[in-house]
Nanobody, 125 residues
Framework: QVHLVESGGGLVQAGGSLRLSCAAS????????MGWFRQAPGKEREFVAA????????YYADSVKGRFAISSDNAKNTAYLQMNSLKPEDTAVYYC??????????????????WGQGTQVTVSS
């Protein structure tokens, strides 16, 4: 089991910034990648960004490229999502997730085995 705890969400004006953190504990040795997803009311959960634990490769949804940056501190088993130039359409609950080795693409929500409880991000216009 891997336990994930997100923090850093909140209310911000359009154009502002927030930094989300995701602390992992438990059987983290099986982690191939850590990802961030988001879910707005009435919409499906969507991929935002991911980072491979070993190589540090990063992946982004087109909607956040150039504005968001994912990073990780492997010594602390923590992933971060720096969100800049926030827009009202970025408003959602943001979830951190862990993808085990051998489970496929980082872009697919179904390939993640462990999830955090989510943190609300609200961007006002």
């Amino acid at each position: 089991q891997v336990h994930l705890v997100e923090s850093g969400g909140g209310l911000v004006q359009a154009g502002g910034s927030l930094r989300l953190s995701c602390a992992a504990s438990g059987r983290t040795f099986s982690t191939a990648a850590m990802g961030w997803f988001r879910q707005a009311p009435g919409k499906e959960r969507e991929f935002v960004a991911a980072i491979s634990v070993s190589a540090g490769n990063t992946y982004y949804a087109d909607s956040v490229k150039g504005r968001f940056a994912i990073s990780s501190d492997n010594a602390k088993n923590t992933a971060y999502l720096q969100m800049n130039s926030l827009k009202p359409e970025d408003t959602a609950v943001y979830y951190c997730a862990v993808k085990p080795y051998g489970s496929g693409s980082v872009y697919n929500v179904r390939n993640y085995a462990y999830w955090g409880q989510g943190t609300q991000v609200t961007v006002s216009s």
